[in-house]
């Protein structure tokens, strides 16, 4: 079971950050991941994972690099 996480003021957790106080206690450490699953045909998969197996990855971490790569090319695009 997870710590519950203590609520604190701004000026309290910058206070105990910089007494080199533990602050552990006030961060939620799943906040920036959110999981998602994604169905994809037989030969889609194989392929990845020859993919990922030829870069040295894991198949997950090929997904991602793909994704964010098209995401930051995406906008990229709109930037400009």
Known sequence: ?????????????????DAGEDISMHLDFDAGVKKVNVDLPLW????????????????????KMWLIDRLDAIRGKEAS
């Open 1 to 17: 079971m997870a710590a519950k996480k203590k609520k604190v003021s701004a000026q309290e957790f910058d206070r105990k950050f």
């Open 44 to 63: 889609a998969i194989q392929e990845l994972d020859r993919e990922a197996s030829r870069r040295g990855v894991a198949r997950q971490a090929l997904i």
